[in-house]
């Protein structure tokens, strides 16, 4: 069944301080917060707001970092074994591998999604919206970005496969010579990064400067307008 | 009585979920965009109810053959063995091993079935219109969402260890058909916890306010 969606956008409240609990709908007003302040819901104890402190600027270092280290751990052996003169590796990527070419398709896409797509998406999408929203406006885009940040971090769970990796590691080690590989220390620093940016990321401040969608469609309708009547 | 408690939805607001923009739409509609981020709006979750149903008993059914088929196969020179998760379990307790074992019992076993069981409680309470325990069931709400995803856990054990232990002839560990189930429990619950609407939590109570005051 496909639903047709409404065309048309909603007004807007002349008051920007009023905001509802994601959690349970309560209509409150946000307070004026000092940076590193928070604000939760008066009902439910949702967090509304926390306001962070320098938030672009420590967002982009810890981002850039995370892509650095990113690239690392996925091009590096994460574990290794050894076992009568024979030695074996694999890298995250390989664990997927080997699931597929054992035709585990499906588990290996899901591994494939959670442990490679999603940290990607959610760093690569998170260095975009800082880059962009330096700006003084920034563009319809980062909105987009900001949008889908929050689904790459759902399935993103680098931190889960690394405690996997852990409790892999300890079980063959009853019977060969496991050999952490670089990758392994790599990714630990990378758990750390990623709940650093989730600290330092404050989503309000960009939204609260971004172009809206509302204008610029009435922008591209008197761009239409302008070059139907030259 | 003081009309203290006023929620979006009773002052015909709608809240925007991805940039947490108030707006109102048109008179007499019930869907609208967001002016600033675009998203289509509702004033609800459209049919969360029916959707985190529909993901729920598929994660219920997934259950029975994710626990009872084995996800890994151990093939040496003596034979071939293949072990449940359970039998994982038991097979990694040892003196030295315990603490892991511990992890792989919470994250595996404990935590699927404590999560179906909690979204059917949540489901099955917001239905019969309970007003008790909000505060309780908000938070056990928030847990659910926040512990789901260790679930995935043994997927990752049994991955790579599948993938590093590739000795032929000497030994050889294959994933097994259980790996897939179990999978697609964690799957199923993750989304079902996303399609799950916590502001019908508070609707009944809201309702009975209004009523009261």
């Known amino acids: 069944m496909t639903r047709v969606h409404a065309s048309f956008h909603n007004e807007p409240l002349s008051d920007g301080s009023l905001v509802a609990c994601l959690h349970c709908d309560l209509l409150q007003r946000l307070p004026d917060l000092a940076p590193g302040g928070s604000a939760r819901c008066t009902r439910c104890d949702k967090e509304l707001w926390r306001r962070r402190e320098d938030s672009l600027n420590r967002t982009l270092a810890l981002s850039l970092a995370a892509a650095v280290l990113y690239v690392i751990a996925n091009s590096v052996p994460m574990l290794g074994l050894s076992v009568v003169g024979r030695q074996a590796f694999t890298t995250v990527l390989g664990g997927a591998e080997h699931l597929w070419e054992d035709g585990r398709q499906m588990v290996a896409a899901l591994v494939f999604l959670t442990a490679v797509l999603a940290p990607a998406a959610q760093i690569g999408f998170m260095l975009g919206i800082v880059l962009a929203a330096r700006r003084e406006r920034p563009p319809r885009w980062v909105g987009t970005l900001l949008r889908h940040h929050p689904t790459a971090s759902t399935w993103s769970m680098i931190e889960v496969m690394l405690l996997g990796v852990l409790v892999a590691l300890v079980k063959i080690a009853d019977y060969a010579t496991v050999i952490p590989g670089v990758a392994l220390f790599v990714l630990g620093a990378l758990v750390f990064l990623l709940a650093g940016i989730q600290a330092s990321f404050d989503p309000r401040e960009v939204w609260d400067r971004i172009e809206w969608a509302e204008s610029a469609r009435q922008a591209g309708a008197a761009d239409q307008l302008a070059e139907a009547t030259s | ?213």
Request: aromatic share 8%; proline share 7%.
């Open chain 2, 1 to 213: 009585m003081s009309p203290a408690v006023v929620t979006a939805m009773q002052l015909g607001l709608q809240n925007c979920e991805v940039c947490g923009l108030l707006s109102r739409p048109p008179p007499g509609e019930e869907e609208g965009r967001c002016p600033r981020c675009d998203e289509t709006l509702e004033f609800r979750k459209p049919r969360s109810l029916e959707r985190t149903w529909a993901y729920l008993i598929g994660a219920a059914i997934c259950y029975i053959p994710a626990n009872l088929l084995p996800v890994l196969t151990t093939t040496t020179a003596a034979g071939a063995d293949s072990d449940t998760i359970l039998q994982g379990v038991v097979l990694l307790w040892s003196p030295t091993g315990w603490p892991l074992s511990l992890i792989v019992l919470i994250a595996s076993i404990m935590i699927p079935s404590a999560k179906i069981l909690a979204l059917a409680y949540l489901l099955i309470t917001v239905q019969r219109g309970s007003v008790k325990n909000n505060e309780q069931r908000i938070r056990l709400y928030r847990m659910v969402k926040f512990i789901g995803r260790w679930s995935m856990v043994d997927v990752f054990v049994d991955t790579f260890t599948a993938a590093l232990v590739q000795l032929q002839p000497l030994m050889s560990v294959e994933p097994g058909p259980g790996l897939f189930f179990f999978a697609a429990v964690v799957v199923l619950t993750m989304l079902a916890v996303e399609s799950f609407d916590p502001r019908l939590i508070w609707d009944s109570v809201s309702a009975r306010e209004v009523r009261d005051a």
